[in-house]
């Protein structure tokens, strides 16, 4: 199945942007992921298209609106469901020709995907373009409990805990944000064991809280330090996802020993020439003695991990047999 990623964002040319070359570009013309944007500006509904306000209480920049943002999150998590819903999204399991295309529909959003060749689909299953107008009005829009404009005023404090649910089996939806949970390789790879992601990127001073309250999404965050937008941090959390997707990592790199798949860090590694400014690889990788090289190198990744990251190190001693990362064991990613 092709892996969705769905992206909310002000800046739908960023992507795929890198994503679009090397690993995850050839995956992305091969079906094994495909990126749909959708722009928040197109779901304003006043007359200059607002997508934010200054922030309640006082104080610098502008902040995300939560009227806008849900608005366009639902569209989005409508599309997905009906894509995992259709039978295109068996395409490359089904072995039908692929082109990739870069649909632009009548509200912005854009599709890069690689499509089956539309000729050789039955006419329902067609593409058919995407708008945010049309389907906002559409009574099969997704919002199942109280909280829905759709059912009236309904008014909820922040803390309220009314939330739209989502329909059964979505995939997760998250948004990048310096408030979130640090993502970590365990979080990615469950990410990339499923259908696929609706991402939310945020700008300015961020978004309005109602819309964590309301909608059910988990707030992520790529480091410590602050980004211009979420966007940076999408492509960051796409590109570790699509690494592990089926058939994109050759069999020979299926990740097993890198860094976090065991809980710490990977060891470091050499290659010709022997010797480089005076400097020689280490012996006991030249000695051919496959159980010495590996006890090195499992001496060499435990020191690194505690001079470098004593957090993770510390971690590990007190666990040592979890694969924080959620590894499987030696085939799991192999073709
Ligand atoms: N947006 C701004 N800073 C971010 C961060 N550190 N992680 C994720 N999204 C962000």
Known sequence: MTFTAQILTLYPEMFPGPLGTSLAGRALAEGKWACDTF??????????????DTPAG???????????????????????????????????????????STSLDTNGSKSVRAEPVEASLPADMRTSTSSGQTDRSDPGHYSTSSGSTDSGPAVHTSTGSARTALPANNPPILAMTPRGKPLTQ??????????GVTLICGRFEGFDERLFDARDIE??????????????????????????????????SSGDDESFEHGILEYPQYTRPQIWEGRIIPDILR?????????????????????????????????????????????????
């Open 58 to 100: 006082g104080g610098a920049g502008m902040v995300l609106r939560a009227d806008v943002m849900a608005a366009t999150l639902d569209h989005a998590v409508e599309r997905m469901a009906e894509q995992l819903r259709s039978p295109r999204a068996q395409s490359r399991d089904d072995g039908l020709d692929a082109d990739v």
């Open 219 to 252: 707030e992520v965050s790529i480091g410590d330090y602050v980004l211009s937008g979420g966007e940076m941090g999408a492509l960051v959390l796409l590109d570790a996802c699509i690494r592990l997707l089926p058939g994109v990592m050759g069999a020979s």
């Open 287 to 335: 000695s051919g003695d496959h159980a010495k090289i590996a006890a090195w190198r499992k001496q060499r990744a435990e020191e690194d991990t505690r001079l470098r990251r004593p957090d993770l190190w510390e971690r590990h001693r007190d666990a040592p047999d979890q694969s924080p990362s959620g590894a499987q064991g030696k085939d799991k990613d192999k073709e």
């Open 186 to 195: 365990a979080r990615v790879r469950e990410i990339a064991a499923g259908p």
């Open 39 to 52: 722009n928040p500006r197109d779901f304003a509904t006043d007359k200059h298209k607002s997508v934010d």
